[in-house]
């Protein structure tokens, strides 16, 4: 029962902004939008979450569409060490605690 | 900040023979989890603890998986008798719970590989 749609694949160039699109047209109103990524070999890591506002922080952006059904995930100025799988994933306030369940994300090839 | 740590970080058994993987979550944080991820697939959860217990384990094969989290800070996770299918990425995360925290720590994952 997945919540989220991901492309599969996109790629980028170093130092242009990468722009990762979800679409979440099921989302209810307590529910959060959260992006984690997963570079190669590593575990995933958190980028940021979000509920109905913009959202920015040291790693990237985050923009949430006013209905709520879609959001893009922003890196302002992509390195090869971002190449990595985007995860998007939504969950409710009252899961914070749970475990997070993830699709097969986007992967976020970086050239130089 | 110490992250979270796990070991080993390779193994490599035969099917039928059992494995352990070791993880020490970040200091201070009561929940721990054990996720499971296949070859270009996502993570999917094992099992949950809260502190020492038990909170979600549905989806743990208990007929051969078995992990526990005995003083609320390290945990194990066991495998016995491994499977091919079992070959995957088990990743440890954690999260303190506190405060309405919502980001989950992950560690570095053990690569298994049965054959």
């Known amino acids: 029962d997945a919540k989220t749609t991901q492309p599969t694949s996109m790629d980028c160039a170093e130092g242009r902004a990468a722009n990762l699109p979800c679409n979440h047209s099921t989302i209810s109103g307590n529910e959060y939008v959260y992006w984690y990524r997963q570079i190669h070999s590593q575990g995933p890591q958190y980028i940021i979450h979000?509920?109905?506002n913009n959202e920015t922080n040291e790693m990237a952006s985050l923009i949430i569409t006013e209905d709520r059904k879609s959001s893009t995930l922003i890196l302002p100025h992509a390195t090869l060490r971002d190449t990595a799988v985007y995860y998007c994933i939504v969950r409710s306030a009252n899961q914070a605690g749970t475990a997070l369940i993830f699709g097969k994300g986007t992967t976020l090839s970086v050239s130089s | 900040e110490a992250g979270v740590a796990q070991s080993p970080r390779y193994k490599i058994i035969e099917k039928r023979q059992s494995v352990a993987f070791w993880c020490n979550p970040i200091s201070g944080h009561a929940t721990l989890y054990w996720y499971q991820q296949i070859l270009g697939q996502g993570p999917k959860l094992l099992i949950q603890f809260q502190n020492n217990g038990v909170v979600d384990d549905s989806q743990l094969p208990k007929d051969r998986f078995s992990a526990e989290r005995l003083k609320g800070v390290d945990s194990t996770l066991k495998i016995q008798p491994a499977k091919l299918e079992d070959s995957a990425v088990y990743l440890c995360a954690s999260s303190s719970g506190q405060g309405g925290s919502h980001e989950q720590f992950f560690g570095p994952g053990t690569r298994l590989t049965v054959l």
């Open positions: 979000g509920l109905k």
